[in-house]
């Protein structure tokens, strides 16, 4: 059997990456994109950069511990990064990095579509619990 180099080792593991295995790392990244403070963080940051203090105005009811949580595990998979200005006080600005941005058509048509059609679903909801 012929060696891999770790290049030609991740290629192969890419081939292989499939949802509905239990081992597949894109599970634990689908996982942190259906929550629901992740796809607001998103949708808000592809309107412009936002500093924390305007993040958190925009999301009503994230709490602080949430929103730094939700921030930190965005900038480590690389979908959005975060700069720090040395001013009194220390500015923080978030903004989507490239990876985040090619995710905003599908995270803002998520959003879009939840708006549009929740009356819908209110309404197949008190059907559905109306029935014996």
């Known amino acids: 059997m012929p060696t891999m180099t ?24 689908l996982d942190r994109l259906s929550d629901k403070w992740v ?3 998103l949708a808000a940051l592809g309107e412009q950069p936002q500093r924390y203090s305007q993040l958190a105005r925009t999301i009503a009811g994230v709490s602080q511990k949430m929103l730094t949580q939700t921030l930190r595990t965005l900038e480590r998979d690389g979908l959005l990064t975060r700069t720090v200005t040395a001013t ?27 708006e549009s059609h929740m009356d819908d679903v209110l309404e197949a909801r008190a059907s559905y619990d109306s029935q014996p």
């Open 6 to 29: 770790a290049a030609q080792r991740r290629a192969a593991e890419k081939i292989d990456y499939d949802a509905f295995l239990a081992q597949c790392p894109s599970r634990q990244l």
């Open 88 to 114: 009194v006080p220390v500015t923080v600005t978030y903004e989507l990095t490239a990876l985040g941005r090619s995710l905003l058509e599908v995270i803002a048509g998520l959003k879009l579509w939840a």
């Open 39 to 41: 796809t607001l963080v």
